[in-house]
């Protein structure tokens, strides 16, 4: 996986050190002398993650951390510190800025390369998301951002994986102001407890005493319903190997032992958060393909669903030699309500309409609004004579009682007419199956409307 990489420092030797490494790599890598120069090449050009020096005159690592972090158009670019400071107080303050990491100089050729190519990893990902949710023209990207920040202050939902009673202990209280733990000593049942409550955040404590804790990584990594929890792996001073096969593994960041309450605190809240937002993006991208398919007003599955799928019920129907009725229905008369009433009443009637077809169809009847006034039902495994009785169930359910108005004391009485075809001789494709039932509809119009016609075999 490729990734262009914008590398910060005010040293040019540091610089030159960390390109040839990522180069060496077959990363594109960009680079800047300064707080400025960095953000300008962020605003301009897009960058997959970066990697930045504290101390800097000028524009600290921090304030540049807080600068992108608080500009939407920036905000998602992954940032790995890159610090000869190693306090803890330091690293609190840069995940409180925002940084997604940090690196100690001098840098680890594999802790560098391994934390780069899981953060671009995990960034191609939000990108996805992020592309799909813009592409919806109804959710804008800043109203998702809002919104993923009110959420910020509720309290996370944490699962601890941790083999000893004296370390949960300590893990839960330090995690106590910002989330409510679960803590679980058997590694097996903490894979069923994953996956049957929505977590924002495992912890994996890698101190088992005959348990390889990646097992539990991959699982949670593997399965459909954990995979998008982030994963935090506990691990000793010198357990480098087994961090880079976990980061590779997918597992999203890792803390060395001995920890430090602010440092832990700090990476779990990094986590949640990048967890909700990603969250709140797939929820709109499902919400946008919802809204792709229904009919705003009538909330029945839309014109482009019915062309998609009756091609699917119409080929079944061909391979299984199985019959397939569709009934076309059109509301009598209608220009008259808008004419007479208005198009607020036209909209209660095509509602109360759609609404009287979905209490008549059966569960295997898909019901569309084809357009205007004009609805469609198909009705899989359904002989013409079986079509026309439903068919004439609904216009009586129609015309039965008067469709009240909202806000009017008139109530109106609607009737409809209706046309029926069954896939037969004649009918090969699913275009000539809808004009043999819109031929239908045409003669019950033309007999006097209210009626149900089927198209003759
Ligand atoms: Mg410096």
């Known amino acids: 996986m490729t990734a262009r990489i914008l590398v910060v420092d005010d040293i040019p030797a540091n610089v030159k050190l960390l390109e040839a490494r990522l180069l060496a790599e077959y990363f594109d890598v960009l680079t800047a002398e300064n707080g400025y120069r960095a953000l300008e090449i962020c605003e301009q050009t897009q960058v997959d993650l970066i990697l930045l020096d504290i101390m800097m005159p000028g524009m600290d690592g921090f304030e540049v951390c807080e600068r992108l972090k608080a500009n939407p158009r920036t905000q998602h670019i992954p940032v790995v510190m890159v610090t000869a400071l190693d306090q803890p107080s330091d690293r609190v303050r840069g995940l409180k800025a925002g940084a997604d990491d940090f690196l100690t100089k001098p840098v680890n050729d594999l802790q560098l390369i391994s934390r780069v190519k899981s953060l671009v990893r995990l960034k191609s990902l939000t990108d996805e998301l992020r592309i799909r949710a813009e592409t919806a023209q109804n959710i804008g990207m800043e109203d998702l951002l809002r919104i993923h920040d009110g959420r910020l202050d509720e309290v996370g939902q944490i699962l601890l994986v941790d083999g000893r009673a004296s370390s949960q202990e300590r893990i839960i209280r330090a995690l106590k102001p910002i989330a409510e733990v679960v803590a679980m000593s058997d590694p097996q049942a903490a894979v069923f407890e994953a996956a049957e409550n929505g977590f ?8 088992f005493d005959d348990y390889d804790p990646l097992r539990l990584c991959s699982q949670l990594r593997t399965l459909e319903r954990t995979r998008f929890i982030p994963v935090l792996l506990i691990a000793d001073q010198g357990a480098e190997s087994m961090i880079v096969r976990a980061l590779d593994l997918g597992v999203n960041d890792y803390l060395i032992r ?6 832990l605190v700090a990476r779990c809240l990094t986590q949640i958060r990048r967890k909700r937002f990603n969250d709140r993006l797939r929820t709109s991208v499902k919400q946008t393909i919802e809204l792709a398919v229904t009919d705003g007003l009538t909330g029945l599955s839309n014109r482009r669903y019915l062309d998609n799928h009756l091609k699917i019920l119409f080929a079944r129907a061909q391979a299984r030699g199985r019959p397939l009725s569709v009934c076309i229905t059109d509301i009598d008369r209608f220009k008259l309500v808008n004419d007479t009433h208005g198009h607020d009443a036209g909209d209660d009637v095509l509602r ?29 495994d359904t002989p013409a004579d079986v079509a026309v ?12 009682k008067p469709f009240a108005l909202k806000g009017a004391d008139v109530a109106l009485n609607v009737t409809a007419s209706m046309g029926i075809a069954t896939v037969g001789p004649g009918i090969e ?8 039932a819109d031929r239908a509809l045409y003669e019950a119009k033309k007999a006097g409307r209210n009626r149900v016609v089927a198209a003759a075999a």
């Open 352 to 380: 109360e309409f759609a609404n009287r077809i979905r209490s008549t169809v059966r569960g295997a009847d898909l019901a569309c609004r084809f357009g205007g006034e004009e609805f469609v039902v198909v009705m899989p």
């Open 258 to 263: 001995p920890l430090d309450p602010n440092e």
């Open 200 to 207: 924002d955040l495992v912890i994996v404590n890698a101190n």
């Open 389 to 400: 009785v439903i068919a004439e169930r609904l216009r009586a359910i129609i015309e039965g």
């Open 429 to 436: 494709t699913p275009e000539q199956f809808l004009k043999h």
